[in-house]
Nanobody
């Protein structure tokens, strides 16, 4: 299994930006790395996913137009650039790897390796 470490979370005001990082210890062993988020009392939500080899990207509806996922293969890192943040973006953000099914790239149940997460708090 891939070990994942997130960083970059914090507290920002609405309209601000943050860049999250996810470092994978064995980057080439996983075909996809995804970002998910979960707010208290809510279901875990798929934010974005990237192919580690080709760089193809896919976004959840809440991320389209504001968030960008990217990878740096030399640094074994996937980034999530989040712009124009809103209070409803407040959540614990986790990255995931080791996809077991290609039927749901933004389905949390399809991934078996998870990081501990980084908290994002957006105030109005």
């Amino acid at each position: 299994q891939v070990r994942l470490t997130e960083s970059g979370g914090g507290s920002v005001q609405a309209g601000g930006s943050l860049r999250l990082s996810c470092v994978a210890d064995i980057f080439s062993s996983t075909d996809f790395i995804a970002w998910f988020r979960q707010a208290p009392g809510k279901v875990r939500e798929g934010v974005a996913v990237i192919s580690t080899a080709g760089g193809a990207t896919f976004y959840g509806d809440s991320a389209k137009g504001r968030f960008t996922i990217a990878r740096d293969t030399a640094k074994s890192t996937v980034y999530l650039q989040m712009n124009n943040l809103k209070p409803e973006d407040t959540a614990m953000y986790c990255c995931a790897a080791d996809l077991t099914s290609t039927n749901g790239l933004l389905d949390a149940a399809a991934y078996t390796s998870w990081g501990r997460g980084t908290q994002v708090t957006v105030s109005s």
